[in-house]
């Protein structure tokens, strides 16, 4: 029997997954569950063999979800399924060595089957993310600019951002600045979410 967890915060595709999943004989869903704080605390909990994760969810996002899985070294396989092609998203998610990424629109029997195979060892991605992972763009921002980015995500100040690098407030305005040139933004919140998108942050 191949024990599943599931982690989406929208309540009608948690319940469908669930539904459907739960009529194979093989599988049995063990959790299902709303946000990514509790996915974890669950899959260290009950140890189970696949984690179907979703991207966009409160609390922790299904890549922080994956990250955090592979640096407590848990055995679980993971499966991303999200509606997002984003070049970034895919290359985290292969960076924390994720077994599967799949898009939302694919059909359940396709889920189903990936979640088979993946327990094989194998890793599945949805067909129309392999041209994404060769459209990915070279990131232009320097290490200093992606960490004031990053920094301001967080939701830091420039005063704030000052202290923690140890710079002025005028060097962080010209690392901002700078970094809105390059990734071609209108303002410090546009550039944070282009780089997030693009995975360069």
Known sequence: MIRILIAEDQQMVRGAFTSLLQFEQDIEVIAAVSDGKTAFETIEQTTPDVCILDIEMPNLSGLEVAQKIRDAQLPCKIIIVTTFARPGYLQKAMDAQVEGYLLKDEPIDFLIQAIRRVMKGERIISTDLSAVLFMQEKNPLSEREAEVLRL??????????????????????????????????????????????????
């Open 152 to 201: 301001t995500n967080d939701g830091l100040t420039t005063e704030e951002i000052s202290n923690t690098l140890f710079l002025t407030k005028g060097t962080v305005r010209n690392y901002v600045s700078s970094a809105i040139q390059k990734v071609e933004a209108e303002s410090r919140t546009a550039a944070v979410q282009i780089a997030i998108e693009k995975g360069w942050i």
